[in-house]
């Protein structure tokens, strides 16, 4: 069973800045696309962007575009998420999650997930 971490939240001023990070200790993230979600409290987990296993980025949610980079390090078995011009409502818990067949941001077509690191925008 692939057994995802996230780490890299925290508490941040609106504008600033944060990176994500998305390993694993006992599998290879190598062969997996991964993308990266968060859920706002009362929301549904949204979909944020994913990038595919040979490191092609395939999507970018509308509401991140220009703001949040999706990447990976296969060396060092991690995927990033660097999040830049941080506002209130980037607030949530954001989840790497995992699927070998294609990329998606769809919550429901994910099949491994990591159990989320809080971020939180504010003054």
């Known amino acids: 069973q692939l057994q995802l971490v996230e780490s890299g939240g925290g508490l941040v001023q609106p504008g600033g800045s944060l990176r994500l990070s998305c390993t694993t200790s006992?599998?290879?993230?190598?062969?997996?696309?991964i993308a990266w979600f968060r859920q706002a409290p009362g929301k549904e987990r949204e979909g944020l962007a994913c990038?595919?296993?040979?490191?092609?980025?395939?999507t970018y949610a509308d509401a991140v575009k220009g703001r949040f980079t999706i990447s990976r390090d296969n060396a060092e078995n991690t995927v990033y998420l660097q999040m830049n011009s941080l506002k209130p409502e980037d607030t949530g818990v954001y989840y790497c999650?995992?699927?070998?067949?294609?990329?998606?941001?769809?919550?429901?077509?994910?099949?491994?997930w990591g159990q989320g690191t809080q971020v939180t925008v504010s003054s």
């Open positions: 999650a995992a699927r070998q067949r294609y990329c998606s941001i769809i919550p429901t077509e994910m099949g491994y």
């Open positions: 006992r599998f290879t993230l190598n062969y997996n696309n």
């Open positions: 990038i595919r296993a040979n490191g092609v980025i395939t």
